[in-house]
T-cell receptor, first 117, second 110 residues
């Protein structure tokens, strides 16, 4: 049972390049989230998904796109990377209990450290 | 996060003393309030959570209190130990969205 796994762990991009971060969970969780964490700052929600084929914007969605084609995977894309997107990216997942609102522990991946030069 | 404010941003305590972190929010639809601990270079991990129908919850040296009327909730750590040194985040769930406060860096001095 691997939990939540992020690929890659580290990446350096040049300004304008594109890339996709992969988050995979093996816990059959419905909800998945992408956050970014900048030095000295908290976790800011980029996009999230409540199930296969559905996505929604979080607090800081600009410059990012996401897809949830399979329940176990949540992809985060940067179409044209900018230095302001240098950050540590965390993916998280959780299951649904009861009425279908978020109310259980979110399990985090190990993070992806992205540097845009 | 845009929905929750966390204070203080840094907290230094002497080993054995208590630490208290407070978060305030505005969305009355919020119904789930988790606290996460993040050690240096590690992923955030849940340490305790509370739901909106409960006012207080305790787990050994850690407790969380929730005041829904005043829209704030707090993390209390008693008898602090060096291994409690970390960054702590309060979380807030309203509907399907989980957002976090800005974090509190706690340093426990031996």
């Amino acid at each position: 049972n691997a939990g939540v796994t992020q690929t890659p762990k580290f990446r350096v991009l040049k300004t304008g390049q594109s890339m996709t971060l992969l988050c995979a969970q093996d816990m059959n969780h419905e909800y998945m989230y992408w956050y970014r964490q900048d030095p000295g700052m908290g976790l800011r929600l980029i996009h999230y998904s409540v199930g296969e084929g559905t996505t929604a914007k979080g607090e800081v969605p600009d410059g990012y796109n996401v897809s949830r084609l399979k329940k176990q995977n949540f992809l985060l894309g940067l179409e044209s990377a900018a230095p302001s997107q240098t950050s540590v990216y965390f993916c998280a997942s959780s299951y649904v209990r009861g009425q279908g609102t978020m109310n259980t522990e979110a399990f985090f991946g190990q993070g992806t450290r992205l540097t845009v030069v | 996060g845009e929905n929750v404010e966390q204070h203080p941003s840094t907290l230094s305590v002497q080993e054995g003393d208590s630490a208290v972190i407070k978060c305030t929010y505005s969305d009355s639809a919020s119904n789930y309030f988790p606290w996460y601990k993040q050690e240096l270079g590690k992923r955030p991990q849940l340490i305790i959570d509370i739901r909106s129908n409960v006012g207080e919850k305790k787990d050994q040296r850690i407790a969380v209190t929730l005041n829904k009327t005043a829209k704030h909730f707090s993390l209390h750590i008693t008898e602090t130990q060096p291994e409690d040194s970390a960054v702590y985040f309060c979380g807030l769930a309203a509907g399907n969205k989980l957002t976090f406060g800005g974090g509190t860096r706690v340093l426990v001095k031996p």
